[in-house]
């Protein structure tokens, strides 16, 4: 775990919202209409509704999701001309042990 990189990714405030906004993806973004139903509920949020959230350019708001999903915080998918995110809980709770563990 490149735990430097992660908090670099982190550090940033839209980052860092984006997380907590993904962390409950019904109550902070529209339902996903264009998700194919089987993958609805998963926790999907397409690069648009990001971006209009966080209120800033698309290519900005792409580059901050890269990042996180460089990290492993993120899973993205790309379903038609839609690339969705959610969170990547598994290392979420692999950083939250190691914070708990080794800092």
Same mark, same amino acid.
Request: proline share 4%; with cysteine; net charge positive.
């Given at each position: 775990?490149?735990? !430097?990189?992660?908090?670099? +990714?982190?550090?940033?405030?839209?980052?860092?919202?984006? @997380?907590?906004?993904?962390? !409950?993806? !019904?109550?902070? %973004?529209?339902? @996903?209409? #264009?998700?194919? !139903?089987?993958?609805?509920?998963? $926790?999907?949020?397409?690069?648009? +509704?990001?971006?209009?959230?966080?209120?800033?350019?698309?290519?900005?708001?792409?580059? %901050?999701?890269?990042?996180?999903?460089?990290?492993?915080?993120? #899973?993205?998918?790309?379903? $038609?001309?839609?690339?969705?995110?959610?969170?990547?809980?598994?290392?979420?709770?692999?950083? +939250?042990?190691?914070? +708990?563990?080794?800092?």
């Amino acid at each position: 775990m490149n735990l !430097e990189e992660i908090c670099k +990714a982190l550090g940033n405030p839209v980052r860092l919202s984006i @997380m907590e906004w993904l962390k !409950e993806p !019904e109550k902070n %973004f529209q339902p @996903m209409v #264009h998700l194919p !139903e089987n993958e609805r509920g998963k $926790g999907y949020v397409c690069v648009g +509704a990001i971006q209009e959230r966080v209120g800033i350019t698309q290519s900005t708001t792409s580059s %901050f999701l890269r990042k996180m999903k460089q990290v492993g915080l993120l #899973h993205s998918k790309r379903i $038609g001309q839609w690339t969705y995110y959610r969170r990547n809980e598994e290392r979420i709770q692999e950083l +939250a042990i190691y914070i +708990a563990n080794k800092l």
